[in-house]
């Protein structure tokens, strides 16, 4: 499977949102498959962790953000479970799971109903050591500075708003993929 071929059925790739969506998935591969090689006692399954990570954002065009090119109708918090959606469509319900469960750390349904979240309330938390590891990667590159890595210490400071829960989990994956 080629994870190019399937966001060329969403995105003409010509378009500024094409070339700041397949920089920042490679980007988050790149990281994402080099913490992989650095713990083979993990056994992660890279094939799935390339493709996954590629396609990981491929629900933004359906998002209203203007600053990356995004013209849709959902709020950006969406991406997501819509990603989800089309990964399913695709036939890639494994996939799709990256999709749902990559944004902040993990959103629990807690989270959604406490913050009123327009995203269906279901557990969109990381489960597979795979989807943990392309969360924690993605973490590390916005889609407005692409190419740029963020320090541990600045990722942190912009997950601090989203309260003890999310900073828990960052530093846990620290803990488990970056040895800090």
Request: net charge negative.
């Amino acid at each position: 499977m080629d994870p190019i071929e399937i966001i060329n059925r969403y995105y003409s790739n010509t378009s500024d949102v094409y070339h700041i969506l397949v920089t920042h998935s490679r980007s988050v591969a790149d990281k994402a498959l080099a913490i992989a090689r650095m713990h083979p006692e993990l056994n992660l399954d890279t094939r799935f962790v390339e493709e996954a990570a590629m396609l990981h954002d491929i629900g933004i065009y359906l998002c209203n953000a203007p600053e990356i090119d995004c013209h849709g109708e959902a709020e950006y918090i969406c991406h997501g479970y819509l990603g989800a959606d089309i990964l399913r469509r695709e036939g890639l319900p494994k996939h799709a799971l990256v999709c749902e469960r990559h944004t902040g750390t993990g959103i629990s349904p807690q989270m959604i109903i406490e913050r009123n979240l327009p995203i269906p309330h279901r557990d969109m938390r990381p489960v597979s050591m795979e989807e943990q590891l392309i969360c924690f990667a993605d973490k590390f590159y916005s889609k407005t500075k692409l190419e740029k890595e963020k320090s541990v210490e600045k990722v942190r400071k912009g997950l601090a708003r989203f309260g003890d829960e999310t900073l828990l989990q960052f530093d846990t994956w620290c803990k488990l993929f970056l040895g800090e």
